[in-house]
């Protein structure tokens, strides 16, 4: 949110106190224990020198540097966790989060959280269990960001007694991905991260209070946290949130998506100049980030220009209706945007197009390396300088005003502070500045977004517009070896540059046919699973049959439905008709010939999927796949289920509507002018779904969709291309195809202009809180 400045003043420095040659980082004072914001009284006062941005760590202390990790332990002596803990660099000692529960190894809990401490930034990160039960209580854990931008993990294992640390990082490639990924996890919803209640409010309960002042106490494992720089002030009252040591500007959750923010962007964009494709996109990767989906000013004819440009490079062009999108350049550039950017998912989940254009704490971590990319292209083009150069930012940076008076420093400043300050150099400035935000890169260039967007539109070519230096020739680093560091290290895939890069056409080597995946038949060919990702996903509804299915040997078709309220005795099944089709079914994600959660493979077309216990959890989406085994036809296929959600079919208007005189409904079809009255809800959470296809003979027409009466609170929200039913993120992530009407009360209306015939408009009722009475109706006019 943005930060009224005190008394409406701006006092601005001058140039000499912030020059980026003077590697000076112009900011407010460090505001006292007491919180009081003092806004400085003289411009120099703005300014703390850094001379060496990156000092290493001070000496007897730990470098963050994992290649010097067991030289330094060999040299030291030291023979477990509580020493290691003792030799970690005093800003380590202040950069924690305490993991109440874990998703990867499942021995945190209250009493015995787990510890994750990162350096003075978050290239270099360590986790290291509390639990004395655990069989890796002496086994550190750590992650580390190398000069080429690959993560590297490495288990320390003290449990010997002699220090071994492992040669690779296979073991956690399972969950880290490969290439690895810093993190992963339930994410910003970490559960028990002290600091974060579950909704991002960040504010401590007391079982954590408890347990915080047990560690304040020294009363709780003094191996684990006797080192911790715990401060007196909002650290364990209940109710609000955790600041870390001499880092009053944010709570200490916030601290930590900065830091993984400008390491992760780091990594990205250090790979990404090793490609081929690399100089020549730059512009238009901006064009498609923050000209379309940031400010949204691109023209149709430059977004044309960048899909044929896309194309012709033998990329893939994934946007709305197959235009281009910014992801698709980062394909081109080598990288998997959807294994780089959504660090809430595990490597092995679905990711959507909602986790690619995420907005979290982690603070838009695409905007960290769209910044990076913006000032090469400024250092090259005189023309984009000028443009940084003769503007302000239009977001202050402290609450004291905007120190920088053009914006081309003010982003100088955020590229100095995100990817060049390093260890104590950088801790140096996390304690001494009050609420500088470091991120906000995009709204910081609101003056420009005409003058910016169209220079990028006028220079859409296989050419750049500058001038760009040879890409990044990091001198290797000696290999560490664990325990024989004269022997050479095995090769790790995710470190290893001298390798040819593979293809820069966004899918690898469309020459090369795809090998069969045999599964349990040997004789045929699996389809990939691009191929199946590119099916329509057609609806089913509870309990409705999709009949007379038809299809020749080979070829698929893929379905959803939404299982909502409280479900028993899920049951899939096809039947009838003539042929052999399989039934692959899975819960929200797509299955495959390889991958699903049932697959009875019986001869025929008739099979069954079965899934019984409401432990399970049952509800959510589920898709079913047919894969036609030969030709098959007159097939239905049926999705039901045991309802127990509390739906109520008797009359609840008093009169009022289709409900005085129509039973409830929901998982149909909606008719043009023929109101339905609406299955209640017994509380928020549910959800109610409906459809509507026009004829041919009302295309082009117009749409809306209208409910009314009735008591409680439900929303509209109409998908005209999602492929699934519409819910909320869809409605925030894409506006461009999921309409929605979220006023209080039930009067809602979505109006759909040019509408089309022949498809289905899928209709979702979120229930915001009970509700019942209420009457969906659709017109066409």
């Given at each position: 949110m943005r930060i009224k400045t005190l008394n409406n003043k701006v006092t601005k420095p001058s140039k000499a106190f912030c020059s980026p040659l003077l590697l000076s980082l112009c900011v407010s004072l460090i505001c006292s224990v007491s919180h009081a914001n003092t806004c400085p009284p003289a411009p120099e006062k703005f300014a703390v020198p850094i001379p060496n941005p990156d000092p290493g760590s001070p000496n007897g202390k730990l470098p963050l540097d994992i290649n010097k990790v067991m030289p330094f332990i060999k040299e030291k002596g030291i023979r477990n966790a509580k020493e290691f803990i003792d030799a970690l660099p005093d800003s380590m000692h202040k950069n924690y989060s305490i993991i109440e529960k874990s998703r990867a190894l499942g021995q945190t809990d209250i009493n015995h959280p787990g510890l994750l401490m990162f350096g003075s930034d978050a290239r270099f990160m360590v986790n290291i269990s509390t639990k004395k039960s655990d069989p890796r209580y002496e086994i550190v854990d750590i992650a580390h960001l190398d000069n080429k931008g690959n993560?590297?993990?490495?288990?320390?294992?003290?449990?010997?007694?002699?220090?071994?640390?492992?040669?690779?990082?296979?073991?956690?490639?399972?969950?880290?991905?490969?290439?690895?990924?810093?993190?992963?996890?339930?994410?910003?919803?970490?559960?028990?991260?002290?600091?974060?209640?579950?909704?991002?409010?960040?504010?401590?309960?007391?079982?954590?209070?408890?347990?915080l002042t047990r560690i304040k106490q020294g009363q709780q494992n003094n191996e684990r946290f006797h080192q911790l720089k715990i401060p007196d002030y909002y650290f364990d009252k209940a109710g609000t949130a955790m600041h870390l040591p001499n880092h009053v500007y944010g709570p200490a959750l916030t601290i930590f998506n900065n830091e993984l923010a400008g390491a992760v962007a780091s990594s990205i964009h250090k790979r990404a100049k090793k490609s081929a494709n690399y100089n020549g996109l730059r512009e238009e990767y901006l064009a498609l980030s923050y000209c379309d989906t940031s400010a949204g000013v691109l023209s149709q004819q430059a977004k044309d220009k960048i899909k044929q440009l896309i194309e012709s490079k033998k990329g893939k062009?994934?946007?709305?209706?197959?235009?281009?999108?910014?992801?698709?350049?980062?394909?081109?550039?080598?990288?998997?945007?959807?294994?780089?950017?959504?660090?809430?998912?595990?490597?092995?989940?679905?990711?959507?197009?909602?986790?690619?254009?995420?907005?979290?704490?982690?603070?838009?971590?695409?905007?960290?390396?769209?910044?990076?990319?913006?000032?090469?292209?400024?250092?090259?083009?005189?023309?984009?300088?000028?443009?940084?150069?003769?503007?302000?930012?239009?977001?202050?940076?402290?609450?004291?005003?905007?120190?920088?008076?053009?914006?081309?420093?003010?982003?100088?400043?955020?590229?100095?502070?995100?990817?060049?300050?390093?260890?104590?150099?950088?801790?140096?400035a996390r304690e001494s500045y009050y609420d500088i935000d470091y991120l906000r890169i995009h709204q910081s260039m609101d003056y420009i977004t005409t003058s910016f967007c169209n220079l990028l539109s006028e220079n859409i070519s296989e050419d750049t517009i500058g001038t760009p230096s040879k890409p990044d020739d990091d001198k290797p680093t000696p290999p560490d070896n664990g325990d024989d560091n004269n022997k050479p290290n095995p090769p790790d895939d995710g470190d290893d540059h001298d390798k040819p890069n593979p293809p820069d056409d966004g899918d690898g080597d469309n020459d090369k046919p795809n090998p069969p995946d045999d599964g349990d038949d040997n004789d045929k060919p699996t389809p990939p699973d691009d191929d199946i990702n590119r099916l329509p996903v057609k609806p089913l509804f509870k309990g409705k049959p999709a009949s007379n299915l038809n299809d020749s040997q080979g070829k698929q078709q893929l379905y959803t439905i939404h299982v909502h309220g409280k479900p028993s005795n899920l049951k899939f099944s096809v039947e009838g008709g003539q042929g052999d089709v399989d039934l692959y079914v899975r819960h929200n994600k797509k299955p495959n010939l390889t991958q699903f959660d049932c697959r009875p493979l019986e001869h025929g077309t008739n099979e069954t999927c079965l899934f019984k216990n409401p432990k399970m959890g049952l509800a959510g989406s589920w898709y079913v796949l047919l894969n036609s085994d030969k030709d098959f036809s007159g097939v239905t296929l049926t999705a039901d289920y045991q309802d127990s959600d509390g739906d109520d079919h008797g009359d609840h208007d008093n009169g009022q509507g289709a409900c005085a005189h129509q039973k409830p409904s929901h998982d149909v079809a909606i008719f043009d002018s023929k109101p339905l009255c609406v299955t209640p809800a017994p509380n928020k959470d549910h959800y109610r779904h409906y459809y509507i296809r026009l004829p041919q003979t009302d295309a082009g027409k117009t749409l809306e969709i209208?409910?009314?009466?009735?008591?409680?609170?439900?929303?509209?929200?109409?998908?005209?291309?999602?492929?699934?039913?519409?819910?909320?993120?869809?409605?925030?992530?894409?506006?461009?195809?999921?309409?929605?009407?979220?006023?209080?009360?039930?009067?809602?209306?979505?109006?759909?202009?040019?509408?089309?015939?022949?498809?289905?408009?899928?209709i979702t009722l979120p229930a915001v809180s009970a509700h019942k009475g209420i009457t969906i109706t659709a017109s066409v006019r």
């Open positions: 993560w590297v993990f490495r288990a320390l294992d003290f449990s010997s007694g002699t220090p071994k640390m492992g040669k690779n990082d296979t073991d956690c490639q399972e969950c880290h991905g490969k290439p690895a990924r810093p993190f992963w996890g339930e994410y910003l919803d970490w559960p028990g991260i002290f600091s974060d209640d579950g909704r991002g409010n960040e504010k401590i309960t007391n079982r954590q209070a408890a347990t062009t994934t946007g709305y209706n197959g235009s281009a999108h910014w992801s698709d350049i980062l394909s081109l550039w080598g990288l998997d945007p959807k294994h780089e950017l959504p660090l809430h998912k595990l490597s092995t989940e679905d990711v959507k197009r909602q986790d690619l254009d995420w907005n979290t704490g982690v603070g838009r971590l695409r905007e960290v390396i769209d910044l990076a990319i913006l000032m090469e292209l400024a250092k090259e083009n005189n023309q984009l300088n000028a443009i940084l150069a003769g503007n302000p930012s239009s977001w202050s940076m402290t609450s004291c005003g905007n120190p920088f008076s053009t914006l081309k420093d003010h982003l100088t400043h955020k590229l100095f502070a995100n990817f060049t300050l390093r260890n104590e150099a950088r801790q140096t209208t409910m009314k009466g009735g008591t409680g609170n439900a929303d509209l929200l109409v998908s005209a291309d999602l492929g699934q039913f519409p819910h909320e993120e869809h409605y925030e992530s894409r506006p461009d195809i999921v309409f929605g009407s979220t006023n209080p009360g039930n009067t809602e209306k979505v109006t759909i202009k040019n509408a089309k015939a022949g498809k289905d408009y899928l």
